[in-house]
C-alpha cells in the first residue's frame, strides 16, 4: 500500500493505493474519509492520477455523506437548571454538594451530587460517565434486535463498541465492528435505531452508493425522517 496526494483547483486528495490482481481500477471513500484506489498491477500512475482526478467532484461528493450527520452540540455550563437532553427529552440539572458522588434521572430532574458544586469540569465527567452508562444499556438492547440483520447482510462476526465520537455519529469497519457515538444517548431510540442500521447496512455496501440507500430504504422505511430528527434536535 501507497500514500499518495495530488492537487485539485484549491483542494488536495489523499490516497491510499494498492495494487491488485484486476481488470479496472476502483476509488472507494470510507467512513473515516479515507480514499482508497485500487488499481491492475503495472498501471501507470498517470492514469491512476487521471482517474482520481475524473472522480473528484465525487469523491468529495461521498466525503461529505459522511459528514453529513456529523454531531453539533452547544456549550454547556453545567450548572442546576440547565437543560440536557436524554432519549429525547429534556431534563433541568440539580446540583447539590454532598460527600457522596451520584447521578440520577428523577421528577423531570437529573440529580447530581458532587462535592464541589463549582468543580463543572469534573460535573461535566460525571455527568459523562451516567450517560455512559445509560447508554451501554439501550446501544446493547437495539443491537440485540439488529442482529438479524446484521447476520442476513454479512458472515462477519460483528461486535458492538461505543465511545465519543468528535466528527461521526457511527462508524463500521470492514472486520464488521460497529461504532456508536455515545452522544446517540440523548438522542430518541428511534433515532439511535436509524444510526445503526445505518451502520449495518455498510456490512453489505462500504459507501453511500445508490445501493446503499436502496438497502436502508428497504430495511428501515422512515430513515429519513428519523435522520431529520436527529439533526434538529442536537444541532
Request: proline share 3%; net charge positive; hydrophobic share 30%.
Amino acid at each position: 500500500m501507497e500514500f499518495k496526494s495530488i492537487k485539485y483547483g484549491n483542494s488536495r486528495i489523499d490516497f491510499q493505493l494498492v495494487y491488485k490482481e484486476r481488470k479496472t481500477l476502483s476509488i472507494k471513500v470510507y467512513p473515516d474519509s479515507s480514499v482508497v484506489v485500487s488499481a491492475p498491477y503495472k498501471t501507470p500512475m498517470e492514469k491512476i492520477v487521471e482517474k482520481v482526478k475524473s472522480k473528484a467532484e465525487w469523491i468529495f461528493k461521498q466525503k461529505s455523506f459522511f459528514l453529513s450527520y456529523e454531531p453539533r452540540t452547544l456549550d454547556k455550563t453545567y450548572q442546576s437548571g440547565e437543560g440536557h437532553l436524554y432519549l429525547g427529552k429534556t431534563y433541568r440539572l440539580k446540583i447539590t454538594e454532598s460527600k457522596n458522588k451520584s447521578t440520577k434521572l428523577k421528577g423531570g430532574y437529573i440529580w447530581i451530587e458532587t462535592k464541589d458544586k463549582s468543580q463543572t469540569q469534573k460535573i461535566k465527567e460525571q455527568l459523562n460517565e451516567w450517560y455512559k452508562s445509560k447508554a451501554i444499556i439501550h446501544f446493547n438492547t437495539l443491537y440485540e434486535n439488529k442482529l438479524g440483520l446484521a447476520k442476513e447482510l454479512s458472515e462477519k462476526q460483528t461486535s458492538l463498541k461505543y465511545k465519543w465520537l468528535n466528527n461521526r455519529w457511527g462508524s463500521c469497519f470492514i472486520d464488521g465492528t460497529i461504532y456508536l457515538n455515545l452522544e446517540l444517548i440523548k438522542a430518541p431510540k428511534e433515532c439511535i435505531d436509524y444510526v445503526l442500521v445505518h451502520e449495518i447496512c455498510h456490512l453489505e455496501h462500504y459507501n453511500h452508493s445508490t445501493s446503499f440507500y436502496q438497502l436502508l430504504s428497504k430495511k428501515l422505511p422512515n430513515w429519513k425522517a428519523s435522520k431529520e430528527k436527529l439533526e434538529k434536535l442536537l444541532s
